[in-house]
């Protein structure tokens, strides 16, 4: 119980100390953002700064944090650090760069920004890596609500029919203006989200001795021997460091009114995000008394485990509630999810937004795919699995990426000594996972893990070579231009 409370006052002063050292680095000023000097009434909207909160958190804040979380937690307590340090010195600088470079650019989104700091060929690669991720992730956010709503509802509405419900409420989601729906749906949602995260947690702590949050071990408690370098840290990718929030930070970008409510928007989202994985890590340990009950569990399906800890915890009522927050959570990025998509698509073909015709050519192609890949994780077993295992390896490869791309910037920007290194390190530690990862994994090379290892760390080292080198020339160069 103390490991959890001290990780959540480490969280808020990460945010006051480190979210400050983030910002004055970038160095906000009063120049126009896109939702003032663009203004199109349909994706560059002006909004309030709590409502950009609430609308960004819901948006970064899908089934990650929770489903992430859970299985993370079967290594045992030592996924609080990776939730905690990695969002602080991690994910929220992910999140604040990605918004507020967007910002800079006229709201575009990751993809463009590659191109414009990495190269033509890495903007092509991110094009299609991040629609392939996007669609995955909606995918993701289609099945797992759906999976609650049937346990919650007549058998004649089943995980089909409620798939079929949530993919035409993405249709409206991704084609309206973000004021429309979105603006005015998610900051009703995002109470509910906060409350159902308090409740879990109230219910533990107050169970009069029923369940016991554990202290923080360094030791691996993953039943299957599971080694926590790198699957931990790619298990839990919302809660702690997660590419899919580099699609969705430039989506809010283009409704802030100021450069300087960045660090609230984008950096306090991420941190909240992270408090919600903490409580849901927390109740999956405590509920369960072990790591190999969890586990167990877990293989019967991540929606059953929230169902019973859920119900358990707060009884029918208060289980009902915080199933329902775990319902929106989801279904609230996957919205996100496919309008990032059309938004990039709309990028790449140069095709204007604010005709409903071009949003339909993208838009019904998307939803397609997804309902596709929806109807294979129905009809298979394990498909949901299958499928949550290459998002979360997407997912973090983008993360590596986009926190490249920040790194580029900041030495263009001439932010190229200890400044740049704010998102050079985290840069080179998820490249280290990425790589690591994908060599080993069995959905990936299945590598012997000694190789894997060495490949990951010579990849990372190999990078941040390059970016010295960068530094260097950038020094070189300035010197030169003083010395005229």
């Not at 002063?13 to 000023?29: A, C, M, N, R």
């Amino acid at each position: 119980m103390i490991s959890l409370v001290l990780s959540f006052l480490v969280l808020i002063i990460g945010y006051v100390v480190y979210g400050k050292v983030t910002e004055k680095i970038f160095s906000p000023d009063d120049r126009p953002t896109p939702a003032i000097a663009i203004n199109d009434g349909v994706d560059c909207v002006p909004m309030k700064k709590w409502k950009a909160f609430l609308v960004q958190l819901l948006n970064i804040a899908g089934t990650g944090p929770i489903f992430g979380a859970l299985m993370g937690a079967v290594f045992g307590p030592v996924v609080f650090l990776w939730i905690v340090f990695g969002s602080i010195l991690g994910g929220a600088v992910h999140d604040y760069m990605s918004g507020m470079i967007s910002s800079r650019h006229q709201g575009t989104s990751i993809a463009e920004l590659s191109g414009t700091y990495l190269g033509k060929a890495a903007k092509w690669i991110m094009r299609i890596f991040s629609v392939i991720l996007l669609v995955l992730c909606g995918t993701v956010f289609v099945t797992s609500p759906a999976g609650l709503l049937d346990k919650l509802t007549p058998d004649w509405m089943n995980g089909t029919f409620w798939s079929v419900i949530i993919l035409v409420y993405y249709l409206l989601a991704t084609l309206l203006p973000i004021d429309k729906l979105i603006g005015k749906l998610y900051p009703v949602f995002g109470v509910l989200l906060i409350v159902m995260a308090v409740a879990v947690m109230g219910g533990i702590i107050f169970s009069g001795g029923k369940y016991t949050i554990p202290e923080l071990s360094l030791k691996n408690l993953h039943p299957e021997n599971t080694p926590v370098w790198p699957y931990m840290f790619v298990t839990v990718a919302c809660g702690a460091v997660s590419g899919f929030h580099a699609t969705q930070s430039p989506m809010i970008a283009k409704c802030i009114k100021s450069e300087k409510e960045g660090r609230s928007v984008f950096y306090g989202a991420m941190i909240s995000e992270s408090v919600i994985a903490l409580v849901w890590a927390a109740a999956g340990v405590s509920f369960y008394g072990t790591t190999e009950l969890l586990n167990e569990a877990l293989k019967g399906g991540a929606s059953n485990v929230v169902y019973e800890i859920s119900t358990g915890v707060l009884g029918v009522f208060g289980g009902i509630l915080a199933v329902a927050g775990v319902i929106i959570c989801p279904i609230t990025s996957g919205d996100t999810a496919f309008r990032s998509a059309r938004l990039i698509l709309a990028e790449t073909f140069r095709m204007d937004q604010k005709k409903i015709k071009n949003r339909l050519l993208i838009t019904v192609p998307l939803l397609a795919v997804g309902g596709i890949l929806t109807w294979f994780a129905i009809a298979n077993d394990n498909g949901f699995q299958i499928i949550w295992r290459y998002f979360s390896w997407s997912n973090q490869t983008l993360a590596m990426i986009a926190l490249w791309v920040s790194t580029a910037y900041l030495v263009k920007e001439g932010k190229y000594r200890l400044g740049s290194l704010l998102t050079a390190l985290p840069a080179s530690f998820m490249t280290a996972v990425s790589i690591t990862y994908i060599l080993m994994a069995k959905e990936g090379f299945r590598l012997n893990q000694t190789i894997s290892y060495i490949a990951g760390a010579f990849a990372a080292v190999t990078l941040f070579a390059v970016y010295m080198f960068a530094l260097i020339r950038k020094e070189k160069s300035k010197q030169l231009i003083q010395n005229k």
